[in-house]
């Protein structure tokens, strides 16, 4: 297990170009996160397509790392739209996502500090607005995300789920030069 930090330097922040050396953190954190609720057997589409999802210009996946070791990671991709009840619109609008922090770095700024750096680069990526979806069943995690400076859409009535959807504006006026790929 991970030492938490003594300094804000005990752990650097870097963008991931390639899958494996964060795959084992991220099914053990969505194992962790969701438990039974999803199959975290079978990696997820989004990384079965790791090239073209983050490490192309329409997305990133940032890790922190202490040494060798995967101790937080947050990534955004094109919003896609998946969601028809809400008016989120799939141009200029990234979701964020795989936002997991090592247990024993929680409560340390850590979270705060990748999603900071993931937002500084889709501003300079032009994104206009980021969307995300978490769940009640996480503790803190709505809070932390309007401390951000999301707002909350909408929250499903689904009983096993009960998905809040958030937002963020980045900026408004015309498309990106560079747009989000959808």
């Known amino acids: 297990m991970n030492h938490p930090p003594t ?14 050396p ?11 996160m969701f438990g039974d609720r999803v199959d975290t057997n079978t990696p997820q589409a989004d990384l079965r397509d790791f090239a073209s999802v983050y490490a192309s210009p329409g997305g990133c996946m940032l890790a922190a790392w202490q040494g060798d070791s995967v101790i ?17 619109p799939s141009a200029g609008t990234a979701e964020v996502v795989r936002l997991y922090v090592d247990p024993a770095w929680r409560r340390q ?3 705060g500090v990748l999603f900071a750096q993931l937002r500084q ?4 990526q032009g994104v206009q607005r980021l969307y995300l979806h978490t769940h009640p069943f996480l503790p ?3 809070t932390f995300w309007q401390r951000q400076g999301f707002i909350t859409l909408h929250q499903d009535a689904d009983p096993l789920w009960q998905t809040i959807h958030m937002q ?4 408004t006026g015309p498309a990106p030069t560079h747009p989000v790929r959808a």
């Open 140 to 142: 803190g995690a709505q």
């Open 168 to 171: 963020q504006v980045l900026q």
């Open 121 to 124: 680069r889709a501003l300079q």
């Open 22 to 32: 964060v795959a084992a953190f991220l099914q053990a954190a969505r194992q962790t």
């Open 72 to 88: 937080g990671s947050i990534a955004y991709r094109a919003y896609d739209g998946r969601f028809a009840h809400l008016t989120v």
């Open 7 to 20: 300094t804000p330097s005990a752990y650097g922040i870097r963008r991931v170009e390639h899958l494996a």
């Open 109 to 111: 700024g850590l979270a």
